[in-house]
């Protein structure tokens, strides 16, 4: 039977007639009108394998056209030519497009937590993960499907944290890593993100806030009297006192400390280059343990204010410092450069300073080398930290006693 082809003024003119009916354009395609006069277009065919008479809904009208739904008319006669149901092939797309829906960032994130947490990482760095993801990037970004991510939304998103570029810098790499799990499980073809942090110029490279040697009085004055808990406080200075990263001194526990040898033995799970530390203590550095001891509650020296079964975190001691005027100038683990700075140019060995800061040289022989013969040099030189500051604390900076024990060490 010969169909005459339909019009555009024919489809835009079929009107309801209280009942269901359909005008043909020819090779099974359709218009389908209801009785309330919405239409349709819909492909009728032959199942390639069964012969039963199967319907494709292609789309209403006007969002398809006439061409555009004779195109898709096209695309399923094509289908059916080559052995493949137009339908199957619909269902297909339509669930595919409902997982890529469900594979939001958040559901990638807590995968990729899930599975870093189960590797060998230190205590400090599953909370940075956690913390990082958990209460930013799943946050802003979580609701989003990851195939839906466009670089300069999430830039547009995080521009909040511009100002605080250490926590941005950690939401950007958690980011990063989201992302690179996703490609590296198949969920999607490439990190559109990789170049996340080339929009945050003050990111790169940057340092972390030092104060100089000659603001370390004012600074000791400050914080030695500060309304803080004494953890907070006294973490900080005992931190000062052993050239230690902030988290190391932080979750030091009691059992780690050799009063009798005056030693500090943190094992090697918590220290960044997985390499037992041992750090000789400073007669100020015993004077804060004895300060400690007498308010020991449990395990950790440095215990939190509220539950003392854990340890005090990072932020309790930035938000002591910001609250001051030296918001920006100074943070915890700045001291750390600030101490290798002072030795440095007190004429110390810099291997000896580098074994004290528990830095790698590069090469695994000399490394072994330096935390075991170093150790009685390290002793005289953590001493003459301590005295320095506690020179310092007194409002004197007296660099005199170096010289003295410059020939010691350095032996």
């Not at 339909?6 to 209801?34: C, M, P, Q, W």
Request: with cysteine; aromatic share 10%; net charge positive.
């Amino acid at each position: 039977m010969l169909i005459k082809p339909l019009t555009s003024a024919e489809v835009k003119n079929a009107k309801s007639t209280g009942r269901d009916y359909s005008i043909h354009d020819g090779f099974g395609l359709l218009l389908y009108v209801t009785k309330t006069g919405f239409k349709s277009w819909r492909f009728r065919y032959s199942h390639p394998l069964t012969k039963k008479r199967q319907t494709l809904t292609i789309g209403s009208f006007p969002e398809f056209t006439l061409a555009e739904a004779r195109e898709e008319r096209e695309k399923a006669r094509r289908l059916v030519a080559r052995g493949i149901d137009p339908n199957e092939v619909k269902r297909e797309r339509h669930n595919e497009r409902i997982k890529k829906q469900n594979q939001t960032v958040e559901m990638i994130a807590r995968d990729w937590v899930s599975k870093r947490l189960k590797e060998d990482i230190r205590e400090n760095t599953r909370i940075s993960i956690q913390r990082s993801v958990f209460y930013y990037v799943i946050p802003l970004i979580g609701h989003i499907s990851i195939h839906e991510l466009k670089a300069h939304e999430v830039i547009n998103i995080y521009k909040q944290y511009a100002d605080r570029p250490t926590m941005l810098k950690r939401i950007i790499s958690r980011t990063k890593n989201i992302m690179d799990h996703a490609v590296n499980t198949g969920i999607i073809d490439y990190n559109s993100l990789a170049k996340l942090n080339n929009a945050f110029p003050s990111i790169k490279g940057g340092s972390v806030a030092s104060l100089s040697i000659d603001e370390l009085p004012d600074f000791l004055k400050f914080w030695l009297n500060t309304k803080s808990h004494p953890s907070v406080t006294y973490s900080l200075f005992f931190q000062m006192l052993t050239m230690t990263r902030p988290n190391e001194a932080n979750n030091a526990t009691w059992h780690e400390i050799n009063f009798d040898n005056k030693l500090w033995i943190i094992p090697k799970e918590r220290m960044k280059n997985k390499k037992e530390h041992v750090i000789p203590l400073s007669c100020q550095a015993i004077d804060v343990l004895n300060k400690m001891k007498k308010i020991k509650k449990g395990d950790y020296i440095f215990y939190g204010a509220r539950n003392f079964k854990k340890p005090i975190t990072n932020g309790a001691k930035l938000i002591a410092i910001n609250l001051s005027q030296f918001k920006k100038r100074a943070t915890p683990h700045g001291f750390r450069a600030m101490s290798s700075t002072l030795l440095n140019e007190n004429g110390f060995n810099p291997d000896i300073i580098e074994a004290a800061l528990s830095h790698k040289s590069g090469n695994a022989i000399r490394d072994i080398y330096n935390r075991t013969t170093y150790l009685e040099q390290r002793r005289v030189m953590m001493q003459w930290l301590g005295d320095f500051i506690d020179s310092a604390k007194n409002g004197v900076i007296n660099t005199s006693t170096g010289k003295k024990g410059l020939r010691v060490v350095n032996q």
